[in-house]
């Protein structure tokens, strides 16, 4: 378990208010990011379904927030909405492009009552260009940016990713760089912007490996081809006897220098990184029939495998034991309310003076809608009528 945070000014972002009307998992999980760091974080829902993710992940993405169900249809839930605005720093939305100014709440209407507010739209495609009405999942985002091609380890079907890469590396870390460049900047100047997300560009501006080859040979190379999906024979996923993997980061001559003496084979110390595709083919051959002689756990048993960037390919399971994130503070478990037992990842930022913390469980929907808008200054006998209007609903 974490250990509380040394005081409620320690937190980064303290005092930071941030209005989240996000779902899923791209713009949760950049809004999780800033509440884990301090701010306090409202999740905005409708007063329908709401937002779809599952229970499970709805109490790992919303920790440390705040609950409100608002209906933007109704010209009081925008009011309420301008309200909440007046008094924040952050507002993040993830709807088509188009959706929040037909509602009377885009950009130009809040920065009317709040000058000072970033305001980010974090979208599959963007706010402009030929793609920004397209429907999409990571997958879409990954296909058009040329990213998903790169994945895998030989020329076959693309792999796919359980870490979806253009949501969480292109959304939601995109965003919160976005966002946090924005509210420094604001702080200094008094003006808040429009940061526009695209989970596509955010994909496409990461895939600097690929790009590297195409400034070099004019083209990319097909999956399994290139230095890190299968090109070279020192960094690789080797099968072991036991029918668990073995994981091969030995790019640089000295970690391969290891290897070879940790496998007893000083002869393959001269075919380290050959450029010869034949070479590199027999090298993975012989490699692979040595690893699957034995098990993991001689593999992972051996002195000097660490040192040859050996490692086993651990369950994420096997992961979360593991007493080095322990030691880190990377794993949390609790019991939530309603969601039940919940083990998940803590915040990963390490901070001199601070330390993540499991403030508030993951709300229900709307379970703050009363206190927020009090905070804002609606009085008591508007938010009765709006409760009853079911401009506003709590859980």
Request: hydrophobic share 45%; glycine share 10%; charged share 20%.
């Amino acid at each position: 378990m974490s250990k509380p945070t040394l005081s409620p000014s320690a937190a980064p972002l303290a005092g930071i208010k941030v209005l989240d009307f996000t779902r899923l998992v791209p713009g949760p999980v950049c809004t999780l990011h800033l509440a884990d760091l301090g701010a306090d974080v409202v999740k905005i829902e409708d007063t329908g379904a709401g937002d779809h993710a599952p229970p499970a992940l709805r109490a790992i993405l919303n920790r440390n927030k705040r609950g409100l169900r608002l209906d933007l249809k109704q010209p009081e839930g925008v009011e309420a909405l301008l309200a909440l605005a007046r008094r924040a720093d952050v507002l993040v939305e993830g709807f088509r492009p188009g959706v929040m100014e037909r509602l009377g709440v885009g950009y130009d209407a809040v920065a009317r009552v709040n000058p000072r507010i970033v305001y980010c739209s974090l979208t599959g495609y963007g706010q402009t260009g030929p793609y920004r009405d397209r429907p999409g999942h990571d997958l879409n985002y990954c296909a058009d940016a040329g990213v998903a091609h790169q994945l895998g380890s030989d020329a076959g079907t693309p792999a796919l990713s359980n870490l979806p890469i253009a949501d969480l590396m292109g959304g939601a870390l995109t965003a919160a760089m976005g966002i946090l460049a924005a509210l420094f900047d604001a702080a200094r100047s008094g003006r808040g912007r429009h940061v526009d997300i695209a989970m596509a560009d955010g994909a496409l501006a990461h895939a600097v490996m690929p790009f590297a080859t195409l400034s070099t040979r004019g083209a990319v190379c097909p999956p399994g081809g290139d230095t890190l999906t299968g090109g070279l024979a020192c960094y690789a996923v080797y099968r072991t006897a036991d029918a668990r993997f073995v994981a091969l980061g030995a790019l640089e001559r000295k970690f391969w220098n290891a290897l070879c003496d940790l496998l007893g084979r000083p002869d393959l110390k001269p075919l380290h990184r050959t450029g010869d595709a034949s070479v590199e083919q027999r090298l993975r051959a012989e490699l692979g029939a040595i690893f699957a002689s034995r098990p993991l756990a001689h593999w992972e048993s051996l002195d000097g495998a660490a040192a040859a960037c050996l490692t086993p390919v651990r369950t994420l399971d096997e992961a979360v034991a593991d007493p080095h994130y322990a030691a880190r503070r990377m794993v949390h478990e609790s019991v939530h309310p309603a969601y039940g037992r919940v083990v998940q990842p803590a915040c990963p930022v390490k901070l001199s003076g601070f330390e993540f913390s499991l403030r508030r469980p993951a709300p229900l929907p709307g379970q703050h809608s009363a206190e927020v808008l009090a905070e804002a200054g609606i009085d008591p006998e508007t938010i009765e009528r709006w409760l009853g209007k079911r401009v506003v609903s709590s859980s």
